[in-house]
Structure formats: structure tokens, C-alpha cells
């Protein structure tokens, strides 16, 4: 199909893009915030951080890590499940920003005082309920030295400051909401 050549006094007929469909009105804008990234940087190393080592124990030349879901116990899934929960609405409270089709999640979300200190503050109280219980459990067994804390406590623990800091920012008067264009 060959391009319509404009003819003057016409008005130009919209042309497809080479793709052959246009881009679906669901999908936005094309602009997101710049607080939208920080959060969704924030959810997506909460997502990871139950996954990562938060535990080792080095002996006989051996090192063993273990992550949230080996850990054992009810309270370290449940904390792995939380996290994931908690990065998963993060996620889709700040992605409704950008796609209308997901203006359904962030209503039931605004029903939350104040979602983007709350949803970050529930998986801190889990992250501190879990890091200072395997902190007891390395004290406990006195390993003498042979088990430490991995990076994947930490890891979380900087993915949740990373999620709370535009709300935390806006409350204090910095705004982060400028939009950039994707």
C-alpha cells in the first residue's frame, strides 16, 4: 500500500505505523514519574531479596547459604511471602500510573491510608521480625564465629528505603512527580 500523497486544501489521512496496528489506548501516556522508578526499582530488589543468602555458615572449608525459603519455619515463608506480596502491589500501585488498565489495582490501594508509607511498611515490620530472628538463631547456636548474616537482609532492608523515599520526600516537600518520556 502505498503512502497517500497530500493534496493541497485536504486534510491528511492518519497513517498506520510500520507495525501495521497502534499503540492501545490501555497502555498510556508514554510518560512516567520519576518517583514511579524509584519505587518500582525499590519493589523489583524486594522481590528479590527473599531469594537472596541471608544466612552462612563456613566450616571445614565448606560455606553454606541459605536464602528465606530454605531457612525453614513458618515465620521465614511467611516473611518471603509478604515480600513478594508487598513488591507485587508496590509494583502495580506505581505501574497504574503509567497503564490505565490498571486503575482498578490503585483504587483498591487508595483505600489504604496513605499506601506508599503503609505497603513499604508492612514489609519492614516482616524484615525486622525476620532479620532479628535469625540473628538469634547465629547467637544462639554460639557457631563461634563460623555463621553470618548474608546480603540479602540488607538488600531488602535498602529496597524498602528505596520504596518509602518519594513518599517520605513528598511528605517533607519535595516533589519527585516530574514526568519523563519514555
Given at each position: 500500500m502505498q503512502p497517500q500523497q497530500p493534496v493541497y486544501g485536504q486534510p491528511i489521512q492518519p497513517q498506520q505505523p510500520m507495525g501495521g496496528y497502534a499503540m492501545p489506548a490501555a497502555m498510556g501516556t508514554g510518560k512516567i514519574g520519576i518517583s514511579d522508578i524509584i519505587v518500582l526499582v525499590g519493589a523489583f530488589f524486594l522481590l528479590l531479596s527473599p531469594f537472596m543468602s541471608w544466612c552462612t555458615v563456613s566450616a571445614f572449608g565448606m560455606k553454606v547459604s541459605e536464602n528465606l525459603w530454605k531457612m525453614g519455619g513458618g515465620l521465614y515463608v511467611?516473611?518471603?511471602?509478604?515480600?513478594?506480596?508487598?513488591?507485587?502491589a508496590l509494583a502495580l500501585m506505581r505501574l497504574a500510573n503509567f497503564i490505565p488498565a490498571l486503575q482498578p489495582v490503585k483504587q483498591l490501594l487508595a483505600k489504604v491510608p496513605v499506601p506508599d508509607l503503609v505497603v513499604p511498611g508492612v514489609a519492614f515490620l516482616f524484615h525486622l521480625i525476620s532479620f532479628l530472628a535469625i540473628k538469634g538463631e547465629i547467637s544462639k547456636n554460639s557457631l563461634g564465629g563460623l555463621a553470618h548474616m548474608g546480603a540479602g537482609w540488607l538488600i531488602g532492608l535498602l529496597a524498602i528505603i528505596v520504596a518509602i523515599c518519594p513518599a517520605v520526600l513528598k511528605l517533607v516537600g519535595i516533589n519527585l512527580d516530574e514526568k519523563i518520556k519514555l
Open positions: 511467611l516473611s518471603s511471602l509478604i515480600f513478594l506480596v508487598v513488591a507485587a
